[in-house]
Nanobody, 115 residues
């Protein structure tokens, strides 16, 4: 059974940085893509950043230039380096992985930015 576990969330002051990690286990297959989403209270879940297995990346306009998504080679591990954080970045952050036609989600990690 595929399982994704996120880590690295926490409380940070505005202008600070955090690095989130997400590791998938339970499969020998490489994810064709992995992504980070976030959901703030009362809002819909939104895509933050995505990376395909050829290294192509995509970012939400609100995080371009501040967040960087990366992947550990062909491993099913993805990172999100977040800089210049602001209060609008406060949310639960989730990673997902697309593996052999199925999408798997982690349980999420909370990021809280204090102003």
């Amino acid at each position: 059974q595929v399982r994704l576990v996120e880590s690295g969330g926490g409380l940070v002051q505005a202008g600070g940085s955090l690095r989130l990690s997400c590791a998938a286990s339970g499969t020998v297959f490489s994810a064709s893509s992995m992504a980070w989403y976030r959901q703030a209270p009362g809002k819909q879940r939104e895509l933050v950043a995505a990376i395909s297995n050829d290294g192509t990346t995509d970012y939400a306009d609100s995080v371009k230039g501040r967040f960087t998504i990366s992947r550990a080679g062909t491993k099913n591990t993805v990172f999100l380096q977040m800089t210049k954080l602001n209060a609008e970045d406060t949310a639960a952050y989730y990673c997902d992985a697309f593996i052999r036609g199925a999408v798997y989600w982690g349980q999420g990690t909370q990021v809280t930015v204090s102003s």
